[in-house]
């Protein structure tokens, strides 16, 4: 066990009018949050497979929810009813030219000695939010199947059309690999994971070590996320049990719904199939670890896919936990995790979950002793994430009045894969961060803060020589793009969110690896990251819900928001689209910049109208979403940032301005900088009115 008190508490704070009371309490809870039954908890909930909707993802819920009984949390179990696909049959066979096989798949997941890869519970690999299909096609392999990799194809004069493009896992978010197959004609896409990205080129293979086994797969959702998450059939309202069949969409022709089939196999599965294919030599950034010259195609080898998909509308369960607040009830802190997993996500998600629950442990028992926040405290354990983003954004959905003032979100997902800190957040929550990780001790010794600069200074000298000045730099934290729970809240409803967790070689994402067996050997065997990752966490929020003053940083905004702009007029005059003025956008930034900094002081002196100005402060990030949402996808609503359409995952900045340039559409160019231009202005106000 750790001891809390190695960090070193600060003195004072930003956004307390006097820390020491806080400082206590962040003692008594700090001390609370404990390995062993972190450990406990990660194996109690990996025992058995849970995919969403099954029995045992139920089970799940009923234990999460137990556990925030036990802690004196206002506890329910919120369903809501989602378009989800179980895999009825999953068959691949590849000939070659003369008709023999090559290989016949899926091969069952399986390494000596795991004791958990032959439960009979375990799904067979398959995508989820994949239509059922019955192809036969040539096979292209387009590398990761980024928009470079397609115009890549084009320029050697191949083409997709009518193809089963055959694309490695890495670059983007699977859903963009097959939404760009499908755009270009092809037939099917089947996704693999190449040892030189998660497997033996990276080091030892499960069990020996942390990388991918040569029958690991990697399943996930390919829903089109970049166009809106959650259920299929009900963007922008949440699919609550009684919804009736009228306000839903027909999710066989949803725009977030792929209209090709598409499959994922191991590298052992696409070693035959890569082998055997003819035509060009790839390029040489696209070839592989697999001991064998790639070859694009087509030619040499046909493959026969048949998917037969069991689509249903299913029962999924959110697990709420709420703590009233004493001030400002009405000023939700929420924090959250998923529950669900492919199989039985030792590190993805419940790894985050056991740090969840033992965050819950140190607030249940500061509850004892008589303590309550000022702002009210909802945790909320997510269901059916895998799948799209489904249960926080049925639950964000439906909440979205409340958290229309809801100060923060925190996240955490992969909570523990190694001793690596790493966060993300909006850049005014950026600071916070880092303050909240010099608090909490970490393993390696000193505080988290100082490991997590360590950590990411070694980084950098593995790629090129750190320079002094990045080594006194601040650590970087992330922006939000998509791809885990907080996506609702920052993207959809503007509530300022944070997404933290601990990174480590973890080569068994989403495959039957990822359990308890390969975590305990290889992410956290004493579980001291969880108790680390709960300690973390349960700083966030405390200090969101009792601060006097919001500690949100609007001068790093103002920052961050300048260096977009100037980095999109950039692009605008490199890539020759004319017509565009920046000159009204870079005067609201400059506006907003100069009233962040009159905040800023503000903030420091702690005025005595609080609810008022936290209102003001709050509504800044409001401020800053579109009502119309981006184009081609008005689900998102924030100007700043969202996942890109064909990133997927990667955050796209001032993105309505950024795909336009990259379209070369000036018109939607100039377009989307008024709008931007407009939320920039409408933040800025809220601001000045704040300062006054």
């Known amino acids: 066990m750790l001891p809390a008190q190695t960090a070193g508490t600060p003195q004072s704070l930003f956004g307390y009018r006097d820390f020491s009371a806080q400082a206590k309490i962040d003692q008594q809870f700090l001390a609370i949050p404990d390995a062993k039954l972190a450990g406990e908890e990660l194996k109690t909930l990996t025992a058995a497979p849970h995919i969403a909707g099954s029995k045992e993802d139920h089970d799940t819920a009923l234990y999460v929810a137990e556990k925030f009984k036990a802690a004196g949390l206002e506890t329910t179990i919120v369903p809501y009813k989602a378009w989800l696909n179980l895999p009825k049959e999953i068959h691949i066979t590849a000939t070659d030219n003369n008709g023999k096989t090559l290989m016949t798949g899926p091969t069952r997941e399986h390494v000596e000695g795991d004791p958990f890869d032959e439960d009979p519970r375990v799904v067979t690999p398959f995508n989820g939010s994949s239509p059922s299909g019955d192809v036969t096609a040539e096979v292209v392999y387009a590398n990761y199947g980024r928009p470079e990799d397609f115009k890549k194809l084009d320029d050697l004069g191949v083409s997709v059309k009518g193809k089963i493009v055959l694309v490695r896992y890495g670059g983007n978010f699977r859903g963009v690999k097959v939404y760009i197959a499908q755009e270009r004609g092809a037939a099917g896409v089947i996704i693999f994971s190449d040892p030189a990205d998660d497997g033996y080129f990276r080091g030892d293979k499960y069990p020996k070590g942390p990388y991918r086994p040569d029958t690991g797969v990697q399943r996930g959702a390919v829903q089109y996320l970049f166009k809106y998450p959650g259920d299929a059939s009900t963007p922008g309202i949440a699919s609550t049990p009684d919804l009736p069949a009228s306000k839903r969409l027909n999710p066989a022709t949803a725009a977030s719904m792929p209209q090709i089939p598409s499959t994922p196999i191991s590298y052992h599965d696409a070693a035959p199939i890569l082998e055997a294919l003819t ?166 010794g000193g505080n988290v803060y100082d490991a997590w600069k360590k950590s990411e200074a070694e980084g950098e000298s593995h790629r090129h020589s750190a320079s002094a000045s990045k080594q006194n730099a601040e650590v970087e934290i992330g922006d939000l793009g998509s791809g885990s729970d907080y996506t609702p809240f920052i993207q959809h409803l503007g509530v300022p969110s944070t997404d933290i967790g601990s990174a480590g070689p973890y080569g068994v ?43 949100y940083d609007y001068v790093n905004y103002g920052k961050e928001i300048t260096e977009y702009l100037d980095a999109a007029k950039k692009k605008a005059d490199d890539a020759n689209v004319s017509g565009l003025d920046f000159a009204p956008a870079q005067a609201a930034v400059k506006r907003f910049a100069t009233a962040a900094e009159a905040v800023h002081q503000k903030q420091q002196s702690i005025p005595a109208n609080l609810a008022a100005f936290n209102g003001q402060l709050r509504q800044v990030e409001g401020d800053l979403l579109s009502s119309a949402g981006l184009p081609n996808r008005p689900w998102y609503k924030h100007t700043i940032y969202a996942p890109g359409e064909y990133t997927g995952y990667a955050a796209v900045v001032i993105p309505g301005v950024n795909e336009a340039l990259d379209a070369k559409d000036s018109a939607r160019a100039a377009a989307q900088l008024t709008t931007l231009t407009e939320a920039i202005n409408r933040a800025a106000a809220t601001l000045e009115a704040a300062a006054k």
Do not use: C
Request: net charge negative; charged share 20%.
């Open 279 to 444: 035509g060009p030599n790839v390029p040489h950034e696209w070839q592989g670890a697999l001991p064998f010259a790639y070859h694009v195609g087509p030619g040499g080898v046909k493959v026969h896919m048949v998917l037969k998909q069991d689509y249903a509308y299913r029962d999924i369960w959110d697990v709420i936990g709420k703590i009233p607040g004493t001030e400002s009830p009405d000023d939700w802190v929420v924090a959250g995790n998923h529950r669900d997993a492919w199989v039985y996500g030792a590190v993805d998600p419940n790894s985050g979950t056991a740090a969840m629950l033992e965050t819950v442990h140190g607030l249940g028992e500061l509850l004892k002793t008589g303590w309550k926040p000022k702002r009210t405290i909802v945790f909320g354990s997510w269901d059916a994430e895998e799948e799209g983003l489904i249960g926080s954004t049925e639950w964000a959905e439906d909440n979205a009045d409340r958290l229309s003032h809801a100060v923060a979100y925190f996240n955490t997902d992969v909570g523990v894969a190694g001793p690596n800190f790493d966060a993300a957040a909006v850049p005014s929550l950026k600071e916070f961060v880092r303050e909240v990780t010099k608090e909490v001790p970490s393993p390696k």
């Open 509 to 551: 994402y989403h495959s039957v690896f990822d359990n308890y067996n390969w975590f305990i050997k290889n992410a956290d065997p004493t579980f001291v990251y969880e108790q680390q990752q709960a300690r973390v966490f349960g700083l966030e929020v405390l200090h969101m819900a009792d601060a006097d003053v919001l500690p």
